[in-house]
C-alpha cells in the first residue's frame, strides 16, 4: 500500500470560517483471491482503517472523523475506486453527528466507483442532525455494468433517548447513480426551514425521527424484492421498496435511531450482505 496525495477528481467545496477540510481516496485491487489496498490518501480529520481478518475475501474498511463531527463550514470528500473484480466493503466507526451551525453549510461529497465484476458496499453508520444543522451531501456512484453495490444512508434527526428535537436547519442530499455509464437512479431531498414540522405531515414522514435510503444494484436485484419486504415489515416501521432493470430502491422511516439499526441489519442480510463489524448492537 501507497500513501500519495494525489490530485482530486472531485473539487472540495471551500471550507469557510477556518473550518475544515477533510478527504479520503482510495483504490483496491484483486491479489489472489482476496481484495488489498492499494493506493490511500488521507488528510485533514479524515482517516481509513483496515481492522484485521477479512470475510470472504471481501476487504473491509472503516472511516474516522478524528474531528468529533461536523460544523458549519466544513468540507470533506471521500472518493473511492474498486479495481476490477474486488470486493469492498466500507463503513464507519461511529454515527457522524453534524452540530448546529451559525450560519454557514457543511459540504460531504462521496465518489464511488466500481469496475468490471466489482463488488461494493457502502454502509456508514447513522448520520445524526442536530437542531439548527446545516449540511449538503452528494453521493456520485459510477459502476461497471457488471459490478454490483450495495449503499444504504440513514439519517437521524436528533436522539429520541436524550429528547433531542430539530427544529429547524436545512439538509440538502444528492444521490446519482450510474451503471455502464448510464444514470439508473437519481434522487434529492430537501428539507429546509421547520425541519421538525415538515416532518411531522403525515404524507412525508407522520413524525418519524428517523429515515433511510438503501439501494441494491445487482443482476438479482427483481428476485429480492420480496425476501427484502418479509424482512422489514418484522420492524414496527414503515418500508417500502421496488426494483426495476437491475436497480432495488428501499425507503424506510423509523421512530427511533434502534429500530432503523435494527431494520437495516436484517435488510442486508436479506440482500446476502453482511453488516459490517460496527453495526453491532
Request: proline share 4%; net charge positive; hydrophobic share 45%.
Amino acid at each position: 500500500m501507497s500513501v500519495s496525495l494525489s490530485r482530486p477528481i472531485l473539487a472540495l467545496a471551500p471550507a469557510t470560517s477556518g473550518r475544515t477540510r477533510g478527504c479520503v481516496r482510495l483504490t483496491v485491487r484483486r491479489i489472489g483471491e482476496r481484495t488489498a489496498p492499494g493506493r490511500l490518501a488521507e488528510s485533514g480529520p479524515l482517516r481509513l482503517r483496515f481492522p484485521k481478518g477479512v470475510r470472504d475475501g471481501t476487504l473491509e474498511g472503516v472511516l474516522l472523523n478524528t474531528s468529533g463531527g461536523v460544523v458549519g463550514g466544513d468540507a470533506l470528500q471521500i472518493e473511492v475506486d474498486a479495481g476490477a473484480d474486488t470486493s469492498l466493503a466500507l463503513t464507519t466507526q461511529a454515527a457522524e453527528k453534524v452540530y448546529r451551525s451559525s450560519g454557514p453549510v457543511a459540504h460531504v461529497d462521496v465518489a464511488l466507483r466500481a469496475a468490471a465484476g466489482a463488488s461494493l458496499a457502502w454502509l456508514p453508520q447513522e448520520t445524526i442532525v442536530f437542531d439548527r444543522a446545516r449540511l449538503a451531501r452528494t453521493f456520485d456512484v459510477d459502476l461497471a455494468a457488471d459490478a454490483r453495490l450495495v449503499a444504504c444512508e440513514s439519517i437521524l434527526f436528533g436522539r429520541t433517548a436524550m429528547g433531542e428535537k430539530v427544529r429547524g436547519g436545512s439538509l440538502r442530499d444528492r444521490w446519482r447513480l450510474r451503471r455502464g455509464g448510464k444514470l439508473v437512479f437519481a434522487d434529492a431531498l430537501t428539507l429546509d426551514g421547520a425541519i421538525e414540522r415538515t416532518l411531522g405531515r403525515p404524507a412525508i414522514a407522520a413524525g418519524a425521527n428517523g429515515v433511510a435510503t438503501l439501494v441494491y444494484v445487482a443482476g438479482d436485484a427483481e428476485t429480492r424484492v420480496d425476501v427484502l419486504r418479509d424482512a422489514l415489515v418484522l420492524h414496527g416501521l414503515e418500508a417500502g421498496a421496488s426494483a426495476e432493470s437491475g436497480v432495488l430502491v428501499a425507503r424506510l422511516l423509523a421512530r427511533d435511531g434502534l429500530t432503523l439499526r435494527r431494520a437495516m441489519i436484517a435488510a442486508l442480510r436479506a440482500l446476502s450482505t453482511p453488516p459490517p463489524r460496527a453495526y453491532a448492537l
